[in-house]
């Protein structure tokens, strides 16, 4: 009995690709720029078909219309406004990705850091005066003062804890 043939595994180690939020977005906003422009036309002709043009409506009295008849008859959710809700949602969702990864990206530099002059005191006593000048130049005074108090004691003996 012969064995069926297998697929080659990628060079990814055939993972899935993790979509680019850039590349969603922009797919997003094209289709929902397509969609508005049909809707637009959409609304044209059926503004056509009930006469709109034979008649002068102001606007504010067309935004009472519209209103009226949303209000009343509380259609579902427009392609339109579901794609935009999704733009948004995504964009949402990498902006949050990013500032974890910028937190985790700190941490572990950080402990790194902290392993390091634990174990070489005068790399420490060499950045010292960096570190305290970065610490200062935070845009709040107080917090400025709070962090430098709260370093104080490890700058000075990083074996201190």
Same mark, same amino acid.
């Given at each position: 009995?012969?064995?069926?043939?297998q697929k080659a595994?990628?060079?990814?180690?055939?993972? &899935?690709?993790?979509?680019?939020?850039?590349?969603?977005?922009?797919?997003?906003?094209?289709?929902?720029?397509?969609?508005?422009? &049909?809707?637009?036309?959409?609304?044209?002709?059926a503004a056509g078909?009930?006469?709109?043009?034979?008649?002068?409506?102001?606007?504010?009295?067309?935004?009472?219309?519209?209103?009226?008849?949303?209000?009343?008859?509380?259609?579902?959710?427009?392609?339109?406004? &579901?794609?935009?809700?999704?733009?948004?949602?995504?964009?949402?969702?990498?902006?949050?990705?990013?500032?974890?990864?910028?937190?985790?990206?700190?941490?572990?530099?950080?402990?790194?850091?902290?392993?390091?002059?634990?174990?070489?005191?005068?790399?420490?006593?060499?950045?010292?005066?960096?570190?305290?000048?970065?610490?200062?130049?935070?845009?709040?005074?107080?917090?400025?003062?709070?962090?430098?108090?709260?370093?104080?004691?490890?700058?000075?003996?990083?074996?201190?804890?």
């Open positions: 009995m012969t064995q069926p043939p595994a990628s060079k990814s180690g055939n993972k &899935r690709r993790k979509p680019d939020p850039g590349e969603q977005t922009a797919a997003l906003e094209a289709e929902a720029e397509r969609v508005r422009a &049909r809707e637009e036309q959409r609304l044209l002709v078909k009930a006469g709109y043009f034979r008649h002068r409506l102001t606007t504010p009295r067309l935004v009472e219309m519209f209103r009226d008849i949303i209000e009343r008859d509380t259609p579902p959710l427009s392609s339109l406004a &579901r794609l935009t809700d999704q733009v948004r949602r995504i964009r949402h969702r990498a902006s949050k990705s990013g500032r974890t990864d910028d937190a985790r990206r700190k941490a572990i530099l950080g402990g790194f850091l902290v392993a390091q002059f634990r174990h070489k005191p005068d790399l420490c006593d060499e950045f010292k005066s960096d570190i305290e000048a970065h610490i200062a130049g935070h845009p709040s005074a107080a917090t400025a003062a709070r962090n430098s108090a709260f370093m104080k004691g490890f700058l000075h003996n990083p074996d201190s804890g």
